[in-house]
């Protein structure tokens, strides 16, 4: 009879994650909130309630979890980040946000020749990359990597200072350059020749 | 962690929705693409280059790109100090201006009064 459930809760739960992840949490909501909220290292209790007799709502809560979870690293995976911010790990841009100018987005979206900027700067990962700021100062290093507001992470950077003329501090290992003040980035660049 | 993960993503379904239907950029850049254009940044920086891609952050991607930089006597000619910078991407969120390379001419200083006597 165990088994059975057992069994029984690994095919729903695949059939669950064939939905869509806010599908299914509507479906579990009203489930989830008749249940007391559960310690977060209480999986072996919820299969526990599940033998007992509230087979289904453990099911359908351990279901629910699943698919959020699945949902949410898809949702990664495919870029698709949401709540930009409040998802790390998902700074990597393949479409235009969905939350922002759906028009735009649709007709970005509808002509695949485009190229998205973002895009462009994932591509330039691991090479040299120089970043105008918006006051005359430049930086020149190897792009690691870059975030939703594309603060990005350097290394072997140089850092260029235009008026006064000449280059300023080498700085190698790493550096968090903040996006707030950057202005342009040019994939491949060297920097001014000075 | 069950309950934090099904709210946030309740919640962001619900918020798509509504954001939908509030949100429209007001500016169509799809009709730039691939035309010159002429782009100005916070902090006095100007460029111009083939406008290859944007998204709805004005993040732009231009290509062939000239920078114009200002300096303290410049009057902005536009041939003085200028770089090429080739492929670029452009913050969106230093932007304030975008128009058409032709959508501009330089004309002489209408503020400037004349003094008789």
Known sequence: ?194 | MASGGGGGGGGAGKMTDKEKKKKESILDLSKYIDKTIRVKFQGGREASGVLKGFDPLLNLVLDGTIEYMRDPDDQFKLTEDTRQLGLVVCRGTSVVLICPQDGMEAIPNPFIQQQDG
């Open chain 1, 1 to 194: 009879m165990v088994r059975f459930v057992h069994r029984l809760a690994s095919v729903i739960s695949e059939v669950f994650s064939n939905l869509t992840a806010s599908v299914m949490l509507e479906m579990a909501g009203p489930l989830q909130r008749t249940l007391h909220s559960p310690q977060p290292g209480a999986g072996a209790l919820r299969a526990e309630r599940a033998e007992k007799g509230g087979a289904e709502r453990g099911r359908a809560e351990r279901a629910e979890r699943g698919g959020a979870e699945r949902g949410r690293a898809e949702r990664c995976r495919k870029g698709r980040g949401g709540p930009g911010p409040a998802l790390p790990g998902c700074g990597r841009w393949r479409q235009p946000l969905a939350r922002a100018g759906s028009d735009m987005a649709a007709s970005a979206v509808s002509n695949p020749s485009q190229l998205l900027p973002l895009e462009l700067v994932d591509k330039c990962i691991g090479s040299r990359i120089h970043i105008v700021m918006k006051s005359d100062k430049e930086i020149v290093g190897t792009l690691l990597g870059f975030d939703d507001f594309v603060n990005m992470v350097l290394e072997d950077v140089t850092e260029f200072e235009i008026t006064p003329e000449g280059r300023r501090i080498t700085k190698l290992d790493q550096i968090l350059l903040n996006g707030n003040n950057i202005t342009m980035l040019v994939p491949g660049g060297e920097g001014p020749e000075v």
